[in-house]
């Protein structure tokens, strides 16, 4: 069955630096991956959509990429803020399957 | 415009009862998604709407849950005979034109957190 991982239950890093996020799947293909982010309380908001033909797609200060040999998808916040301090879900094409997310903290 | 809205926010239920939570989408948006998501974990999906019709409902866990979409528009997730382990939030999106579509962007709604006593 399709499995989605990602990477770490919880990300705390220094305000400045970059956030590395990582989602494997297995036993799938998908043509595209989505990157959402969730506050508490909150339902996801849609940050990013790469697809399979796609390496590297950038907005702002996110960055993402998919490597569909390895089948992983890393997720990079540059010079992070404490206001990107969410959780961050990885989400697979077709069914929408999500991954368990990474609780980033960012410290000031 | 108005994004996604979910009533009621919280419902407080006792096992065995039957409750319905109502998801109103972004206007003109053809899909609908039901997803239900316990404390760290990532959303599940429940079932999707296209236009009036259930047009994937593999996600439902077993026949207490059901889920209508009469008009296309307002959607109902309906639980019978709530079980402890139905506590979660239910989320609900909703996207312009759904998967069929291609790569069509989930709008989310804030939730309904249910808890049954």
């Known amino acids: 069955s399709q499995k989605i991982e990602q990477n770490s239950e919880a990300l705390n890093i220094q305000e400045g630096k970059t956030a590395t996020l990582t989602c494997n799947y297995t036993?799938?293909?998908?043509?595209?991956l989505q990157w959402y982010r969730q506050d508490p309380g909150r339902g996801p908001v849609f940050l990013l959509l790469?697809?399979?033909?796609?390496k590297e797609k950038r907005k702002e200060r996110l960055k993402v990429t998919f490597d569909t040999t390895l089948k992983q998808s890393l997720f990079h916040i540059t010079a992070s803020q404490p206001a990107d301090s969410a959780t961050y879900l990885c989400a697979l094409e077709g069914d929408m399957r999500f991954g368990a997310g990474t609780r980033l903290t960012v410290k000031p | 415009g108005a994004g996604v809205s979910q009533t009621p926010s919280n419902k407080v239920t006792e096992k065995g009862k039957y409750v319905e939570l109502r998801c109103d989408p972004i206007s003109g948006h053809t899909a609908l998604y039901w997803y239900r998501q316990s404390l760290g974990q990532g959303p599940e999906f429940l079932i999707y709407f296209q236009g009036t019709g259930a047009a994937d409902d593999s996600g439902l866990p077993n026949d207490r849950f059901f889920a209508v979409r009469p008009e296309g528009s307002v959607s109902t997730l309906k639980i019978q005979r709530t079980e402890r382990g139905d506590s979660a939030v239910y989320l609900c999106?909703?996207?312009?034109?759904?998967?069929?579509?291609?790569?069509?962007?989930?709008?989310f709604g804030p939730g309904t957190r249910l808890t049954v006593l």
């Open positions: 790469i697809r399979e033909n796609e």
């Open positions: 999106a909703s996207s312009l034109t759904g998967l069929a579509g291609g790569s069509d962007t989930q709008y």
């Open positions: 036993n799938y293909s998908p043509a595209y």
